[in-house]
Nanobody, 123 residues
Framework: VQLQASGGGLVQAGGSLRLSCVASGRPSNDVATGWFRQAPGKEREFVAGIRWSGGNTYYADSVKGRFTISKDSAKNTVYLQMNSLKPEDTAVYYC?????????????????WGQGTLVTVSS
């Protein structure tokens, strides 16, 4: 499985961005995809996740109501729509995939990772 993340950039506070994660070689629908982020000097943290089968989603409290995760199965792509961005959302964002339909918040539970895409939110 190869994951390709894109869509990061520089945006002012209050603005929006949409990240994309294209999965090549997705093994089955019995997988879950998560978005994580890592700010300078901080640990990688869970942002949002989605099950490929059923489309159930889960969000970190810090982004609930502002971010939306979705998928397009035909395109093997997971999106992260980020609205009402705040300077504290500034980080490198990573997408990851794991076997099984459970959306784990621990990065260690994920089997495959894409490269990061930088999101910078200016105040």
């Amino acid at each position: 499985v190869q994951l390709q993340a894109s869509g990061g950039g520089l945006v002012q506070a209050g603005g929006s961005l949409r990240l994309s994660c294209v999965a090549s070689g997705r093994p089955s629908n019995d997988v879950a995809t998560g978005w994580f982020r890592q700010a300078p000097g901080k640990e990688r943290e869970f942002v949002a996740g989605i099950r490929w089968s059923g489309g159930n989603t889960y969000y970190a409290d810090s982004v609930k109501g502002r971010f939306t995760i979705s998928k397009d199965s035909a395109k093997n792509t997971v999106y992260l729509q980020m609205n009402s961005l705040k300077p504290e959302d500034t980080a490198v964002y990573y997408c990851a995939m794991r076997w099984g339909s459970t959306i784990h918040t621990s990065a260690q539970r994920y089997n495959w990772w894409g490269q990061g895409t930088l999101v910078t939110v200016s105040s």
